[in-house]
């Protein structure tokens, strides 16, 4: 899984690292992929049948946590990212958006754990041609079933 | 016939040769303070370092949003909840610090009770005072297999700073960074290259940016 792309955004490293580690957590727990391995690791170069998970962020609203508390409409934080599942070769079984929010209860860096859910939900209902063995380095789309031309 | 005899104390060879030796003896001593300041972080880095912090995630076999102490040991940033196993990694890993901000609701779940309850909805004035800021700390690194590792921390205020110097004197690669969003918004932006642009005009085109004409005070921001 490679490491959150934040494009032209101004998106803090912390937002990006919790995307990381969120989506790395959720994606496990969807038990589609027999091995969930780190952006660098040098384990997957030996490994068949590897996806490569790309996420990069499309959209980002920075809210507040105090904003949200006192007005409770307004403040929300806002995460928008498109995900590709890629194969070593660069074919793409997989191409989705998908977004994360955190609007009434919940720190800003909530909005990275929904993100994250969103995404293994997606990829968990989800089919794609080939074998069955993977590892993830893409997000996928949360829009089931449709998938979307590539936009990277 | 008296003649007043003026003996005038003006400078004389000497005067410079003095001069010059108290140029040279203050140089001596600033170089000798930035020496003794250079090799402080060096003593202060063997030193133990230990705050209280808050886990927010990324470390193994560690609760996520736990509290517990971040301390330094040798080589290796320790985290440790009371009770439980230490968590650690080789601050030699790490290949970046970023520090930035962030503001959490204090109370906890009482807190939220309370302003919940609270009639006529006053819990939402609570809420403006019942914020604490923080500073977050991301550490980036590398496991063994050289795979990417990312982990959060929160500390108090003030503290975010003192943890990456220390961080970075015991090995851990440079380049901190902050991690506060540089872009203002697009009303924010505009309404400020108004104002310039107004300035401007009043000043007969020349670029300026003093308060010439009307002090910043007096401008409106036009929020209220």
Redesign the interface.
Known sequence: MERIDPGHMDLAHSFQVAIYENLLEELAKTKRFKQVLREGDSKAGQLPNLLILKTKLVKYTRGSESQRAVTTVSGATKLSVQSQLITRDGNIVLDRSVQGNVRFFGSNLRATHNLARNIAKVIKQSEWPGPGRLTRNSPVNPDSGRHTSPAF | MDRLLVVKNGPGPFFVNRVLIAVFALWLCVSMAALAQNSAPRLKANAPFSIQATH???LPNTKNNCNGTLSTHDNLLQFQQSGQSVAQIDIASVR?V?L?E????VGGLPM?IG?AAAPYGSG??V??F??KQYD?L?L?Y??G????????FLVAKGQGELVTKELVARGASSGT?E?????RSTSEVAHENNKTELMDFLCGGRRHDCACIVGWAGWSDGSG
């Open positions: 927010v995630l990324g970046d970023f930035g962030e503001s959490k609701q939220k302003k939402r004035l809420s403006l019942a914020h977050t991301t980036e590398v496991d297999n050289g795979g990417f590792h990312g982990v959060i960074h991690d506060q969003p540089t872009t």
